[in-house]
């Protein structure tokens, strides 16, 4: 069975660093693409980064770039967000995702967790 969990989020002060987990299983995660997203109160899910499941390409959105970082290691199967200089309007339930095809920051992918929060106070 293919299965996600998230983990790492929780309350931090503005400027501070949180680092999440994406823990995989039921599935080799080398063969897929693996994003973050988030969804604020009252608002969409957007894209936050993603890595390649081929070249180890990754990308970030606008908003977090310079300050998050997406990594892999895939002899744990695991997958993480690194988070510094955390800002208020990071707030937000953080997903990771898994997609059997190219990395891309679109709300289309085949497999998602239960999310985990991270909270910024100002």
């Known amino acids: 069975e293919v299965q996600l969990v998230e983990s790492g989020g929780g309350l931090v002060q503005a400027g501070g660093s949180l680092r999440l987990y994406c823990a995989a299983s039921?599935?080799?995660?080398?063969?897929?693409?693996i994003g973050w997203f988030r969804q604020a109160p009252g608002k969409e899910r957007e894209g936050v980064s993603c890595?390649?499941?081929?070249?180890?390409?990754?990308y970030y959105a606008d908003s977090v770039k310079g300050r998050f970082t997406i990594s892999r290691d895939n002899a744990k199967n695991t997958v993480y967000l690194q988070m510094n200089s955390l800002k208020p309007e990071d707030t937000a339930v953080y997903y990771c995702?898994?997609?059997?095809?190219?990395?891309?920051?679109?709300?289309?992918?085949?497999?998602w967790g239960q999310g985990t929060q991270v909270t910024v106070s100002s």
């Open positions: 995702a898994a997609d059997f095809a190219i990395c891309e920051l679109v709300d289309e992918y085949d497999y």
């Open positions: 039921g599935f080799t995660l080398d063969d897929y693409a």
């Open positions: 890595t390649s499941s081929s070249d180890g390409r990754t």
